[in-house]
Structure formats: C-alpha cells, structure tokens
C-alpha cells in the first residue's frame, strides 16, 4: 500500500533559523496537505498543493510540490517558538477518493 | 476553536468499561471522519459517514461501534477495550466526500484514550 514517509523525523533548531521538511511517495499523488499538529491536539490545516511544481505560502511557511508530484517540501523562514509543533503530510493517494493517507509526522522544536 | 468540538478531552477506561467519544461540527460540512493516532504511526482512517450514511468501516474491530444520528454529530461507542487501543482519536469533517478541498479537513482536537 502507498505511504507517505516523512524527513527529518524530528528537529530542533535555534529561533531564527530556516529548516525544511520533506514528505515523498512512492506514486504519484493527485493532491497534497500539510497540517500542524500542537502536542495531543487535532490537526490545523496549513495548505494544499494539487499541480506539479506548485508552491504556495502563508505567512513564513511555504510549501511546494515537485514537478512529478511525488515529494513536497515545507521550507519555514525564520523559525519562531510559535512554530513549534508536529508537522504533517497528508495525501490523496487516488484522484477522487476520501482514503486520504498520512504521513508519520516531524516533531519541530525551536529554542529561543 | 476549529469549529469541530471533541469531548471528553481525556478518557481513561477499564477494559471492561463501555463509553462513548462525541464529536459536533458547526461548520455546516456533510461528512464525518474518525482517525485514530497512535505514537510513530501515521493516522489511520477508522470510520467515514457522508450524509449520516457510513460510507467506510476501514478494519475497524467491532470493539469500536460508529454512530451518526445527524450530519453535525458523530459518536464513537467504545466496550471492551484492549490496552493497545489506548490512542489519540480525533475525528474531522469535510464539505463533500471525495476530490480536493482548498480547505482539507477539519479536525478536533481529539480524545486522548488510555485502557487501562
């Protein structure tokens, strides 16, 4: 079955500091999601990618899916404590389908 | 508050207990999902209703009983829990079932479950 795997498992970097984070499939994916998860609470949506090469942003964080749409990487410019969190991918594996796989998740600390 | 309200936050149950998770969504959305996270492994989809009509049971044991009596309510029933179901269950709702949303899901912020 297709999965998601996600790099680096975890991370702590100093505030101030850029850090990407990657989530690749083995096939194709016809849509891509990244969510943030504080520690034991539910997922907040961060943004989606659907078209090869796409790269989208929301205040500090931008994400981009590759050309084949297999691999997306979520790059976060000057990282803050607020930023601090698991970070997830989450994808439509099958054009059309609700069976949405997730990836593992990265857990991001930031040290002021 | 993401407009998907879980309670209780915390459970904690015997094995031989029976309890239920309640999950109710303000935002208008038509179907309902249950996701069950345990630690180091990606979430796993457990239950999926559309129009209050359950659309998906992915291998779910029949230890866990899904229940939607309308599109803004979702419960699951829990009886005879085994350690290993001791998990983070979050449940999320969509407008519409299938395709891409520029919004994704939206999720709870989930029951955190421990059988003891």
């Known amino acids: 079955s297709q999965e998601l795997e996600q790099s680096p498992q975890s991370l702590i970097v100093q505030e101030g500091k850029n850090l990407t984070i990657n989530c690749t499939s083995s096939?194709?994916?016809?849509?891509l999601y990244w969510y943030k998860q504080k520690y034991g609470e539910g997922l907040i949506f961060l943004m989606m990618?659907?078209?090869?090469?796409e790269e989208k942003s929301h205040e500090k964080i931008t994400a981009k899916l590759d050309e084949k749409k297999q691999q997306s990487s979520l790059h976060i410019t000057a990282s803050q404590p607020s930023h601090a969190g698991i970070y997830l991918c989450?994808?439509?594996?099958?054009?059309?389908?609700?069976?949405?796989?997730f990836g593992t998740g990265t857990r991001l600390k930031v040290l002021a | 508050e993401t407009g998907v309200t879980q309670t209780p936050r915390h459970l904690v149950m015997g094995m031989t207990n029976k309890k239920s998770l309640k999950c109710e969504q303000h935002?208008?959305?038509?179907?309902m999902y249950w996701y069950k996270q345990s630690a180091k492994k990606p979430l796993e989809l457990m239950f999926v209703?559309?129009?209050?009509?359950?659309?998906e049971n992915n291998s779910v044991p029949s230890r866990f009983s899904p229940e939607c009596p309308n599109s803004s309510h979702l419960f699951l029933h829990l009886h005879t829990l085994q350690p290993e179901d001791s998990a983070l269950y979050l449940c999320?709702?969509?407008?519409?079932?299938?395709?891409?949303?520029?919004?994704?899901?939206?999720f709870g912020s989930g029951t955190r479950l421990t059988v003891v």
């Open positions: 999320a709702s969509s407008q519409g079932l299938a395709g891409l949303s520029n919004y994704g899901y939206t």
């Open positions: 096939k194709t994916l016809y849509g």
């Open positions: 990618l659907q078209k090869g090469g």
């Open positions: 989450g994808a439509d594996p099958e054009s059309g389908t609700y069976k949405y796989i």
């Open positions: 935002l208008g959305h038509n179907a």
């Open positions: 209703y559309s129009l209050e009509e359950r659309v």
